[in-house]
């Protein structure tokens, strides 16, 4: 199992659930989380979606390892969704999300903040953007929901760094709500969901799309660019020398890259 799935209350609690891997995400949990956000979208009993991850960390990003396969291996079999498919259930899904960081947070751990629209994250979390030292570009429209959520600066630091970025530096810049103490974490983010779950969904969902909607095209396109940059550079010279030497155990030598 890579998702686990619960209701209570009309708010659908999804829990990241592949905590020996950090809740990475393979193609199957890709899959599991888009095929999950379409369900609730269209399930008339949820108002509210909470999405949190299992054990030390929310997510790690994408399965590194598999990645490796997917650049290397012309055989390798993708998922139905994947990536995109989950990005896009992301953009579309059209009830309030509410995301509690409950540990690590890499990649589309950290990305997928942009889609909140309600973050929460544990003091003992933290964030990196990892695409300059996995020699790719940025991914989920975080090229253009970044800038948007924290500022043109707090954003290209976090895109162009990767860098940690701590719990209170991510309330700071806005890419959060609140932090709290890892024991409150879950009951507190609940609360909130709780909270919105018993307004009525037809509100929820107007209040969400009249403030989405204005975005919707611009973070599309964003998108777009963001995923012909990322396969223009997976697999090249710099991609290739991070996933073989995160395989190896070793740092990666960009020297003249």
């Excluded at 964030?127 to 940025?138: E, I, R």
Aim: glycine fraction near 8%; charge should be negative.
């Amino acid at each position: 199992m890579t998702l686990t799935v619960s209701d209570e209350a009309r708010v659908r609690t999804l829990v990241l659930d592949r905590p020996d891997a950090l809740n990475a995400f393979n193609e199957a949990l890709y899959d599991a989380t888009a095929d999950a956000l379409l369900d609730a979208a269209a399930d008339p009993s949820v108002a509210v979606v909470l999405l949190t991850g299992s054990g030390r960390a929310f997510s790690a990003g994408t399965d590194l390892l598999e990645m490796h396969r997917m650049a290397t291996d012309p055989s390798f079999e993708r998922g139905k969704h994947g990536f995109i498919g989950l990005i896009d259930a992301l953009v579309d899904f059209p009830k309030p999300l509410v995301v509690a960081v409950n540990g690590l947070g890499l990649g589309i751990g950290a990305t997928i903040l942009g889609f909140a629209d309600l973050g929460f994250m544990s003091t003992a979390a933290k964030l990196k953007c990892p695409f300059t030292s996995l020699g790719v570009a940025p991914e989920a429209a975080s090229s253009y929901l970044f800038p948007a959520l924290v500022g043109r600066q707090n954003a290209a630091w976090a895109l162009l760094s990767a860098e940690w970025i701590s719990a209170e530096q991510a309330r700071e810049m806005g890419l959060v709500w609140r932090v709290c103490a890892p024991e409150e974490l879950l009951a507190t983010a609940r609360e909130h969901a709780t909270l919105l779950a018993q307004r009525p969904i037809s509100s929820l969902v107007a209040v969400k799309r009249t403030m989405t909607e204005p975005h919707r095209t611009a973070i599309r396109e964003a998108r777009d660019r963001e995923n012909a940059a990322f396969a223009e550079l997976m697999g090249g010279p710099a991609n290739l020398e991070a996933l073989s030497a995160f395989a190896e155990g070793r740092a990666p030598d960009f020297t003249g890259l």
